[in-house]
């Protein structure tokens, strides 16, 4: 402790003291800081569970080769390659790997299903023992365990791929199963190459790499332990990938957190500004307050960065434990301390820096101020002639790139451009702020003039114009990032059901299946076509090389399906559209779902941003509004007061957010490609009053404490 | 007072606050000179520019334009650091109130200007200073556990710490009661005599001014007169010469005098 200034330690020895007001300080980078712990966790977490199924190597082989060509006839084919292969002197097993989705019939239903294969016996075989009945031979199939469910399969029942009618021989645990899968011997893949394909052959025994690299011609030839590296590389990658992107959204609420912190700290400062010329009078250098204010920060940072962590891991923990008991196989949390300290110094570098302006600042409170000859608060207005040029290049780059992001006919780099846009907006948001507020204020005065509440609230927020704007520039980042994902998806889907619409003119379309040229699949169209028109339920006609299938007017949908598998059996891949509608929908409200998830965090952080500046500003006014109360503001009055400040700040964010979001939802979906049509502006409506609601929501404890001021608090002390 | 060395001192000095038409002139280019070892107070109607005075003699204020010295050293010349450097290593304040920092003990606040400055106090005088001001069993204590009596003992402690050449107070009795206000003075007043301490204090109360060797009298940002060796009912009858017909009649000392 002695060896840090005394400035430092007079403000440590505060937050000592007070340690309710460092949580509060620090209460918008605990939930970012929370946020970011979450991503590494999750990440963290899905790298184990993801690295354990990612081994597809078996135990038994001591090299892969990878195979490139999909021809069946082709000389490099996994057939002939593995034929090669087995001829090296020292290999005792070979083992193409096939897999691929073609249709199958399962009794009254067909559909695509993945279908794989394996040796089934041997050092080469990597499905565990089935769980019903017994290994596949010969003609015979494994059913996955999920999917045996779904359909009912049971092992002695028979389904129909290839044209060829195989028995279930059992039923097996597979990693993945979100499509319908099979696993069949590797011999009966062997005869349906070029349905199925091989990527890869599994190699058994002691056979040289060189020899194997040279029967295996242009193919790579890796190690059993090179390849199981290189397949735990590759999901680590597409871990490291979810990742990023989270981190973006982790990045957007440090962004807000530091906004609310940064105007936080100016509160406090101003609050303590005696204290500090104190500081300068007795002889302690700018630097010296400075450098107080800086170890404060940290201080804070570490304090919120820790909780936010600790509750990150406490709720992974709790979350992981729900699922067990409600009987979802989850997967133990990854912790990794090293990641999670990360996280910690992320918290303490954020605060720090959004407090470096306020911490300048107080360094420059005149010493006077001690003798109480000036009044210093952080009222001053702030500069107009440096803010407004800066915020206007800030918006002239935001247009330019804007621009060069929807005419750039690349949608991944489109949209990060948009995004970038989006950033510089909100950086000519954040330094024109106080002046917006000003400019709010003075077009909402003639209205307020008729309530004495809402005059002061709307005269307290133009005074403060820097606080004010701080509140709602943190706003209307969340606000504006969820009215973008809002217009963004409902273009997203306007677009999808267009497209579905012209893929799939008919209930369902049906492509023949095993026919080498157009002509034959035409000719096997027409066929299948006919075939289905005699239906009673059915109208069938041939398009080129596809069947197109309507249902009779007042048929049943179940009697419909049926038919069709019926006379479909394997003989082609059956695709119904409102399935594919369906698929598209759930997608489109996953990615909303997970969407408002990420963005909602940003969105906290704003709330959380009204309510403590809103509790440091009524501490703040106490004498001021106790005076008001001497002068006849009654209670309610001085709650209304403060509620309709946190109403001003909530809408004036949520109209801005929704405004720009909206703009940029188009943009992004302009950058992709899409026209977007009409934005859903019931949605934008209702996210504005549910924004502007939450705010005065928020603002619920200071205004209590508002009311609970007496008129007494004015004259004493 | 003559014959006595010059602590500091005021060449012409005046300190105008805004510009053209509006602008008032708190000091209109008063000369003094402040002298050593001497208990020296400053007195004036309201508006008479003393507390103005003060606040450029130390340095917190910059004058439009005239000269103020510490010794030798012309403080218009320095900057900000520097400035820091003089308040901290060659002056000591004591103020009306709010001197101490609210979450430091009162032993943390005496050591606070010579810790700013990286030194280590030195402890026999810190032990004869806490001693004399009779603070010495309070100093664990936080200010806000002490009477307000006692954190002006804290603060003159401080201010006496580093050995400055001279200590400003400002209204340092304004906020006590009476016999707490009489205490203070009477510790003031034994620095200088038992120490060769220089004080300069700006106050408005006859009483507390009669406790110093000389009064420097103020009107309208110009020395007004001086008296010395001052008795209460001198101060009375100078100021009220000063005001005119706005007498400011009989105060009982430690009532009315804020600031």
């Not at chain 1, 709790?318 to 990854?334: E, F, H, K, Q, Y």
């Not at chain 2, 439009?64 to 003089?86: I, M, N, P, W, Y």
Request: hydrophobic content about 50%; proline content about 5%; some cysteine.
């Amino acid at each position: 402790m002695s060896l840090l200034n005394p400035a430092t330690r007079a403000a440590v020895a505060g937050i000592r003291r007070r340690p309710r007001q460092l949580l509060l300080t620090g209460l918008a980078v605990l939930v970012a800081t929370a946020f970011a712990a979450g991503a590494v966790l999750l990440t963290g977490t899905l790298r184990a569970a993801l690295t354990e199924d990612a081994v597809h190597t078996p135990a038994g082989a001591s090299h892969v080769v990878s195979v490139r060509s999909t021809d069946a006839d082709a000389d490099s084919a996994a057939g002939t390659l593995a034929q090669r292969l087995r001829a090296v002197p020292g290999v005792t097993d070979v083992a193409p790997g096939f897999s691929g989705v073609v249709p199958v019939a399962a009794g009254t239903t067909s559909g695509d299903w993945l279908v794989s294969s394996d040796p089934m016996t041997g050092p080469l075989s990597v499905l565990p023992a089935p769980e019903q009945g017994r290994p596949a031979g010969p003609g015979e199939v494994l059913v996955g365990a999920a999917t045996a469910e779904r359909t009912g399969l049971v092992p002695g029942d028979s389904v129909r791929l290839g044209g060829e009618s195989m028995r279930v021989a059992g039923v097996v645990g597979l990693p993945f199963e979100s499509l319908d899968s099979l696993v069949l011997t590797t011999q009966d893949a062997l005869a349906l190459d070029g349905t199925l394909y091989a990527s890869r052959i599994d190699v058994a025994g002691d056979a040289d790499t060189a020899a194997l690299g040279a029967a295996a011609g242009g193919e790579r030839v890796r190690t059993a332990a090179e390849q199981r590296d290189a397949e735990i590389a590759e999901a680590s990658a597409s871990v490291l990938a979810v990742l990023a992107g989270l981190s973006v959204f982790v990045g957007l609420a440090l962004v807000a957190s530091a906004v609310v912190v940064g105007s936080t700290f100016r509160i406090v400062l101003a609050r303590r500004s005696r204290d500090l010329a104190l500081l300068r009078c007795v002889g302690a250098s700018r630097g010296q307050v400075t450098r107080s204010v800086l170890a404060e920060a940290a201080l804070t940072g570490l304090v919120a960065g820790v909780f936010g962590t600790a509750a990150a891991v406490g709720a992974g923990h709790a979350g992981i434990a729900v699922a067990r008991m409600s009987g979802v196989d989850a997967p133990a949390l990854a912790v990794q301390p090293l990641w999670l300290a990360g996280c910690v110094l992320l918290a303490v570098l954020t605060t720090v820096l959004a407090a470096l302006p306020p911490a300048r600042a107080a360094g420059r409170v005149p010493p006077v101020v001690a003798l109480g000859a000036a009044d210093v608060t952080e009222a001053r207005a702030p500069r107009a002639r440096t803010r407004l040029p800066a915020a206007a290049v800030l918006a002239v780059l935001a247009a330019g790139t804007a621009g060069i992001g929807v005419t750039l006919g690349e949608q991944l780099a489109g949209l990060a451009v948009i995004a970038l846009s989006g950033l510089l907006l909100f950086a000519a948001l954040v330094v024109t702020g106080p002046f917006l507020i000003s400019a709010a204020a003075t077009l909402l005065r003639p209205v307020a003039d008729r309530s004495g509440p809402l005059r002061l609230a709307v005269a307290n927020a133009s005074r403060l114009s820097r606080r004010t704007a701080a509140m709602t520039t943190v706003l209307a980042l969340g606000v504006g990032l969820t009215a973008a994902l809002l217009v963004a998806v409902a273009g997203a889907s306007d677009d999808a059901r267009a497209s579905i619409d012209r893929a799939y003119p008919a209930d369902a379309v049906i492509l023949p299946v095993w026919q080498g040229d157009d002509a034959a699949r035409g000719a096997a169209a027409q066929q299948l076509a006919v075939t289905l028109d005699a239906e009673p339920q059915l109208q069938a006609y041939a398009a080129g090389t596809e069947v197109r299938v309507d249902a009779v007017p007042g048929a049943d949908p179940r009697a419909v399906r049926e038919a069709v598998a019926g006379v479909i059996g394997d003989a082609g891949s059956v695709t119904w559209t409102a399935d594919v509608r369906e698929q598209m929908e759930s997608g489109l409200s996953v990615a909303r779902t997970i969407g408002a998830g990420l963005i909602g965090t940003t969105v906290v952080v704003a709330v959380v941003g009204v309510a403590v500046t809103l509790a440091l500003s009524v501490g703040e006014r106490t004498r001021e509004i106790a005076l008001l109360r001497t002068f006849g503001l009654t209670r309610a009055g001085s709650r209304r007061a403060v509620a309709a400040e946190a109403g001003l700040a909530g809408a004036v964010g949520a109209v801005v957010g929704v405004l720009l979001g909206a703009v940029y939802g188009l943009l992004a979906l302009r950058a992709m490609g899409m026209d977007g049509g009409t934005p859903p502006v019931g949605q934008l409506v209702g996210l504005a009053a549910v924004v502007t609601v939450v705010s005065v929501a928020a603002s619920v404890a200071p205004m209590r404490r508002a009311g609970r001021v007496e008129p007494a608090h004015g004259v004493v002390g | 007072m003559t014959g006595a060395a010059a602590a500091a001192g005021a060449v012409e000095l005046v300190r105008r606050y805004g510009s053209g038409p509006g602008a008032v002139s708190a000091l209109a280019g008063i000369t003094l000179y402040i002298p050593a070892g001497r208990f020296t107070a400053v007195m004036g109607p309201s508006g008479s520019g003393k507390s103005t005075l003060l606040h450029c003699l130390a340095g917190l204020d910059r004058p439009t334009s005239g000269q103020v010295l510490l010794g030798d050293t012309r403080l218009g010349t320095l900057g900000d650091a520097e400035l820091t450097r003089v308040r901290r290593d060659r002056m000591g304040f004591v103020f009306q109130d709010g001197n101490l920092l609210p979450h430091l003990s009162a032993g943390e606040n005496i050591d606070l200007a010579v810790a700013l400055a990286g030194r280590r106090p030195d402890g026999a005088w810190r032990a004869e200073l806490v001693d004399r001001l009779g603070i010495g069993a309070r100093l664990g204590h936080l200010p806000s556990e002490l009477s307000g009596g006692q954190r002006q003992r804290v603060a003159v402690a401080r201010a006496l710490l580093g050995r400055p050449e001279i200590v400003f107070a400002d209204e340092p009795t304004g906020a006590l009661d009476t016999t707490s206000g009489r205490e203070l003075l009477g510790l003031l007043r034994a620095c200088v005599d038992d120490y060769g301490q220089t004080v300069v204090m700006v106050t408005h109360d006859p009483l507390a001014a009669s406790v110093s060797d000389q009064v420097l009298l103020l009107r309208d940002g110009l020395a007004a007169g001086r008296l010395v060796a001052p008795t209460p009912d001198a101060v009375l009858a100078a100021l009220g010469a000063l005001s005119g017909e706005r007498a400011t009649g009989v105060r009982p000392a430690g009532q009315g005098a804020r600031a």
